[in-house]
């Protein structure tokens, strides 16, 4: 495809939209006209702002909408307006309404008769409206509200305000109402025959309202889905979905119902029941599993104790009405109060050999079923639980009491793709519990009491994607236990974190791509257990007590001599030996080049020695490597210069580097900044791609300066350490640039402006030094240069800010200096800007926010920005100073301060007109 055509193509479309835009903005402008009202025009927009706060919104698009916003709820009359609508081109519309409130005459609807244009009625284009009466303090529906929409189909109500609603507040409305929300109210009750009025209806959404009940919905045949979740509903009639033949979907989560209606189990095409957060405390499954079409069942969050219903006489009776009418039933007495007739009383009481005589139907569900049974209490599993679920697909009961299973639980669910076990009390399990179910594909009993499994545990389950067997009290494995799945079909992941082993098993896991085996008791790992890990990409070793990962000559190994890192883990990428005891940095020239991320931290590593080195140093190589922490060890001397080597780190794609927590300093490598390219903080020049450095809580006194050359740089992290002052050369970072600069890197970052390349706008490095004990920030007041205010202030700053909270600030008269820097009054300049104008170096801004006094005493601990600062102590001073920040006479500052005190005292007259200079000249502090 040539340039030209997509240019012509383009300008085609250019056009289209010119056109589009202009008919529909002028059919806008037709639509409505009001002189109260100052309107104007966007791209398919046409907005007005009306007296009383009011705005008014026509949206063209596949449906042309409507908003009335009323933004400060106080509008009198907001809908008069519509009576200068002109809609009756228009097809349909939608109308949103926002904050106002409803129509204030008696017999006056959002859509008056005044709005009728030759026969027409506005409100007959209407086919949603949604009303949000949100911050109103009072909003009262009334039945007349929504007459004369006789074409509604949609309607939606949030309103917090509402507490009533009238039963016949539909009744004058559109008779085609197909979806109907009412949500987020005070509502309590309904009326029975508010729901008669909705013959049509399809869609009800009731959910977090404040509803202790609702009338019943029978003979809603359209109704296919209804959600009354979020509300205070303990009791549903048994005939509430009477003849709703087409529900597909009941919602009832979060309320406080302890049994399910009768009706419920008769819905045929029911494909979606979540009743979880709520009471229940009996669940017989066989009676959903007759529903031939469901797929979801959710019962997550109730008191379930057990999946078999409370039974209590010895009269036998038809099964089918048995689930209808003791599903969940537990006392006799409540359910003669709940059942409408005295049949329904006996079957309450009638069911001792319910188990014999139920038969399940003999439809199959075709659906892949999801059951979730987790956050209960249930303390055991009846083997034939789920027995009638063919195709379950899908199980969590996770978060209960189960302390046992039965060996052939899950005999009949061979489809079963996902168990969830986790969080219960199992302390053993039987080496066939899952031989049948060979599709099985996610396996989950973390956190529980298992102390081993079965070598043949996994016989069979080639489809095995997941296996997490975390947070046991798991010692020992057989060694063979995982030789099973040698063939498996799929990539695996193995979590076997937080248990007590002290040795691995075999695994023979071609296919293994994450292995996490944090926290557990380990001390060696010998790199025959990872021979057969050619897909590995994740490994995770944290919280262990490992020593070494290479194999000694004395251990007798076939692998004597070989490291952990052998070259069969070719696709390694993450790697975390965190909180160990390794002594020795452990060697991966194996697997260097794949490395995206690598983590010694917590360690007891006081060096890094690699069997490479470089013409001038120690090099570690990583072309890949995207993070790298070395925090926490003991690493106080691994960037000195020693014998004439020094360390190289070659990591050009590196983003993140710690280093915090090691005691580092630069003492006898900073003092010749001349010189500082052949020294210790040298390396930090090759790390182009770095965003983020950390070297906090170290041992550092002075701060080095090559990471200011490090365009890509988000944060650097120099908090708790010792750095005492922020000298004039640490006030500037690179702009920009030369062109001849970029030719030897990549200038992809860089915006073309005369003969330099600037940053662009959108990186901002932020510097982070507080918890120092920075005293002083050196500002030479002959290297200082007055800021004209005006809009292009920013332009004379680099796109860096020093964080100076949380120091020991000395409060003399420098810190006037500091001040007017943080405010952009004044700037340090480069001795290249003053002399040849060029900005390739630009001064940070400087924060300091938290930064308080800690010198003189009178106001230790006062915010250097605090107005209170000055009044009770800086102000005096203001007069002592001289125009280079200065104390006039320093040999007798002891006496002056105090003069100036007493003076200051008995003068307020002169405090007040020394403040309000102090304020205009500071910028307003």
């Avoid at 991320?597 to 080195?613: A, K, P, T, V, Y």
């Avoid at 993140?656 to 490598?669: A, M």
């Avoid at 100073?881 to 006039?888: D, V």
Wanted: net charge neutral; hydrophobic share 35%; with cysteine.
């Amino acid at each position: 495809m040539s340039l030209k055509y997509i240019k012509y193509v383009i300008l085609c479309d250019i056009i289209f939209l010119t056109f589009s835009s202009s008919t529909s903005n002028n059919r806008l402008q037709k639509l409505f006209d009001n002189p109260e009202c100052d309107c104007y025009l966007k791209i398919f927009r046409y907005s007005c702002h009306c007296r009383e706060s009011l705005s008014i919104q026509l949206v063209d698009g596949v449906n042309t909408s409507l908003t009335l916003t009323c933004n400060n709820g106080t509008a009198s009359d907001p809908y008069k307006y519509f009576s200068q609508l002109r809609l009756d081109d228009l097809p349909s519309f939608l109308l949103f309404v926002n904050g106002c409130p409803p129509a204030n005459a008696e017999f006056s609807s959002i859509f008056p008769l005044s709005t009728k244009y030759d026969g027409y009625h506005v409100g007959n284009t209407l086919n949603t409206l949604i009303l949000n009466c949100r911050g109103l303090k009072t909003f009262i529906l009334k039945s007349h509200y929504l007459r004369n929409l006789e074409n509604l189909q949609t309607l939606y109500i949030s309103c917090p305000s509402i507490s009533t609603i009238p039963g016949d507040f539909l009744r004058d409305s559109s008779k085609y109402i197909h979806n109907l929300t009412i949500k987020e109210t005070a509502l309590e009750y309904i009326p029975r025959i508010f729901f008669s009025h909705l013959p049509s209806l399809v869609s009800l959404n009731l959910m977090d309202n404040k509803l202790k009940t609702i009338p019943s919905l029978h003979n809603f045949m359209y109704l296919k889905s209804i959600d009354i979740s979020g509300n205070n509903i303990g009791h549903l009639e048994n005939e509430i979905f009477l003849h709703t033949n087409n529900l597909d979907s009941v919602i009832l989560s979060r309320n406080r119902l302890s049994v399910l209606p009768k009706t419920l189990y008769e819905l045929k095409k029911l494909r979606r029941l979540e009743a979880e957060e709520n009471r229940m405390k009996y669940v017989i499954l066989q009676c959903l599993a007759d529903t031939e079409s469901i797929f979801e069942i959710n019962f997550s969050g109730n008191n379930l104790q057990t999946l078999e219903p409370k039974m209590s006489s010895t009269t036998t009776f038809n099964s089918t009405e048995a689930c209808a009418n003791t599903s969940n039933v537990t006392d006799a007495k409540y359910m003669a109060n709940t059942f409408s007739t005295p049949q329904d009383n006996v079957m309450a009481t009638t069911a001792s050999h319910f188990k014999n005589n139920f038969s399940v139907s003999n439809k199959i569900n075709s659906f892949q079923l999801h059951l979730d049974l987790s956050k209960n209490e249930l303390t055991r599993i009846p083997e034939d639980a789920f027995s009638h679920m063919e195709h379950l697909w899908k199980l969590n009961i996770s978060f209960n009491r189960i302390s046992n299973l039965p060996s052939h639980l899950f005999q009949s669910n061979k489809r079963l793709k996902t168990l969830d076990l986790s969080n219960n009390l199992i302390s053993n399990i039987s080496e066939t519990f899952l031989r049948d179910n060979t599709e099985l594909q996610c396996f989950n009993i973390s956190s529980n009491n298992i102390e081993t499994l079965g070598k043949n545990f996994f016989d069979g389950l080639l489809n095995l994607r997941e296996i997490d067997l975390s947070n046991n009290t798991i010692e020992y494995l057989p060694e063979t236990i995982f030789l099973p799945l040698k063939k498996g079909k799929h990539s695996l992941s193995l979590n076997m974190k937080e248990n007590r082993l002290t040795s691995l098993p075999m695994l023979p896991l071609p296919q293994l791509v994450d292995l996490n085996l944090a926290r557990n008791r380990l001390t060696i790992i010998s790199p025959d257990a990872l021979t057969h890990l050619r897909a590995l990409e994740r490994i995770n070793l944290s919280y262990n007590s490992i020593q070494t990962t290479d194999v000694s000559a004395s251990s007798g190994s076939e692998m004597a001599g070989e490291n952990l890192f052998h070259e069969n883990l070719r696709r390694l990428k993450y790697v975390d030996f965190s909180n160990n005891r390794l002594t020795k940095y452990p060697n991966t020239t194996n697997v260097y080049t794949t490395l995206l991320s690598l983590n010694f931290s917590g360690n007891l590593l006081d060096e890094i020695l690699l069997r490479r080195q470089g013409r001038r140093g120690l090099v570690i190589k990583y072309p890949n490597l995207q993070s790298f922490d070395l925090s926490n060890n003991s690493l106080r001397q691994v960037f000195q210069q020693r014998e004439n080597y020094s360390l190289s780190i070659e990591a050009r794609k590196i983003m993140y580097l710690d280093l915090s927590r090691n005691g580092i300093s630069f003492d006898g490598c900073l003092e010749y900044q001349t010189l500082t390219e052949m020294y210790c903080d040298s390396f930090f020049k090759r790390l182009n791609a770095l965003e983020v450095l950390i070297l906090a809580h170290n041992e550092i006194e002075v701060i080095p300066e090559h990471f200011a050359k490090l365009d890509t740089l988000r944060r650097v992290d120099f908090r708790h350490n010792k750095i005492r002052i922020v000298s004039f050369y640490n006030l500037f970072y690179v702009n920009a640039f030369s062109a001849s600069y970029l030719n030897l890197k990549s200038g992809k970052n860089y915006v073309p402006k005369g003969d330099n390349y600037e940053l662009p706008n959108t990186r901002h490095l932020e510097i982070d030094l507080r918890h120092n004990k920075i005293a002083h920030v050196d500002l030479p007041d002959f290297k200082i240069q007055k800021v004209l205010q005006g809009c292009d202030v920013d332009k004379m700053f680099a796109h860096a800010t020093i964080l100076l909270g949380y120091n020991p600030i000395t409060c003399g008269c420098q810190i006037y200096g500091l001040l007017q820097y943080s405010l952009k009054e004044i700037r340090p300049v480069t001795e290249e800007e003053r002399w040849s104008g060029s900005k390739n170096t630009l001064p940070v801004t400087v924060d300091i926010r938290d930064l308080s006094c800690w010198e003189p005493l009178s106001v230790r601990g006062r915010n250097v920005s605090d107005p209170e600062t000055w009044i009770h102590h800086l102000l005096p001073l203001f007069g002592l100073c001289s125009q280079a920040g200065a104390l006039k006479n320093p040999s007798n500052a002891t006496g002056q301060i105090a003069s100036a005190d007493v003076s200051f005292s008995r003068d307020a007259a002169q405090l007040r007109r020394r403040w309000s200079l102090l304020r205009v000249w500071l910028g307003n502090i």
